[in-house]
């Protein structure tokens, strides 16, 4: 088991003992912080709620709280490097109004205690450190979802472009850091709610606002992972939209060529009948007349499809010669309307 001690609101491993003996109490701390492992900790010898907090441990997913006659108990999860669902550790934690017991998950937990020490945070009790622990665990969270709307942002990008080589597996990888992140803020916010409301002892009043703070953080938290999740979501909209359009332009093209050879096709289909009387087969200049003639169908359809703005080159759709013509003729019809008008 390891332990810090709350002293002049500060939390750390020893307590002072270099005061004078006319402040004896105030050699006492303010609170102690005590990690344990789970094979430390006995939930039977705590009673029903404790031992419902550890059967359902394993598989907790949303963090919560509930009242016991001494305090509040209730699971939380330890500060960790990333975002992701697979690094999140979920902690038992056991709050009394001089004594936070914290339960799994020791080296992530002494991590994050020693962190709250020596940056100084201010702890003036339990509740105070449990507080600051919660905020730990969420405190790079906005930089890493900026850092998620970037990458989407140079997907975006990309796909605008009319690329489709994006990075398919950074934006798998991003999808899933957001999973789950909503039930992690619904659950922690609860939690601070709770906490922030709550009227037994183990909550001084003071420490209620820094709840009430937290809980403002986790909902901003929260509104920006649905942006987020809705910016996802176009993204996968819009790329499967581009590779729509990929695949409807290669089968336009197959189409156009299939079209250009189905004439040149029957044509050499027919000559190659073995009918010893067939049209200018004794000819000499037959075979380059029908030569001749293949090739003005092939340039025909494809200039056919050109105008058409079916077959187009350099990604660019030419728009249709009928089109144009009506557009000119209304533009000149409305250009001698108006030279009548001022005339």
């Known amino acids: 088991m390891q332990r810090w001690y709350i002293e002049d609101e500060k939390l750390g491993r020893t307590v002072s003992k270099d005061r004078p003996d006319d402040k004896r109490a ?15 900790f006995d939930p039977q010898a705590h009673g029903r709620v404790v031992a419902e907090l550890f059967r359902q441990l394993p598989h907790a997913t949303i963090p919560f709280v ?34 936070l017991c914290l339960i799994g998950e020791a080296d992530a937990c002494s991590n994050a205690l020693d962190t709250i020490a020596d940056e100084g ?6 509740a105070s450190a449990l507080c600051e622990l919660m905020r730990l665990a969420v405190r790079d969270h906005p930089a890493q979802l900026s850092g998620v709307r970037h990458d989407f942002e140079v997907i975006e990008e990309r796909l605008l472009n009319g690329s489709t080589r994006i990075d398919r597996h950074k934006m798998r990888v991003d999808s899933r850091r957001l999973l789950g992140l909503d039930t992690l ?22 420490d209620r606002l820094r709840f009430k703070a937290l809980e403002r953080h986790l909902d901003r938290l929260t509104t920006r992972l649905e942006s987020l999740r809705d910016y996802s979501l176009q993204l996968n909209s819009l790329y499967q939209e581009a590779i729509d359009t990929r695949q409807n332009s290669v089968m336009q093209w197959l189409t156009v ?3 250009i050879f189905m004439p040149l096709t029957f044509i ?8 010893p009387n067939m049209a200018m087969m004794s000819r000499p200049w037959g075979y380059a007349l029908v030569v001749v003639v293949c090739l003005a169908i092939a340039a025909a359809e494809v200039l056919f499809f050109r105008r058409r703005g079916w077959l187009h080159f350099a990604g ?12 000119g003729h209304r533009r000149g019809g409305r250009e001698r309307g108006d030279h009548a008008r001022r005339r």
Do not use: K
């Not at 500060?79 to 979920?90: E, K, L, V, Y």
């Not at 803020?185 to 922030?196: H, I, K, N, R």
């Open 185 to 206: 803020y619904q659950g922690l916010s609860d939690v601070a709610s709770e906490l922030a409301e709550s009227a037994g002892s183990a909550v001084p009043d003071g």
């Open 257 to 259: 060529i299939a079209t």
């Open 26 to 40: 105030e050699h006492l701390p303010q609170g102690t912080v005590e990690l344990m492992d789970l094979a430390e």
């Open 316 to 327: 660019e759709m030419r728009p249709h010669a009928r089109a144009r013509g009506t557009d």
């Open 121 to 126: 945070f201010a702890t003036p009790s339990t």
């Open 268 to 275: 050499t289909g027919w000559y190659g009948m073995n009918f």
């Open 66 to 99: 509930e009242r016991r006659a001494s305090g509040m108990a209730g699971i939380v999860v330890a500060p960790t490097d990333d975002i992701g669902t697979a690094d999140r550790r979920p902690v038992v934690f056991l709050l009394d109004r001089d004594r």
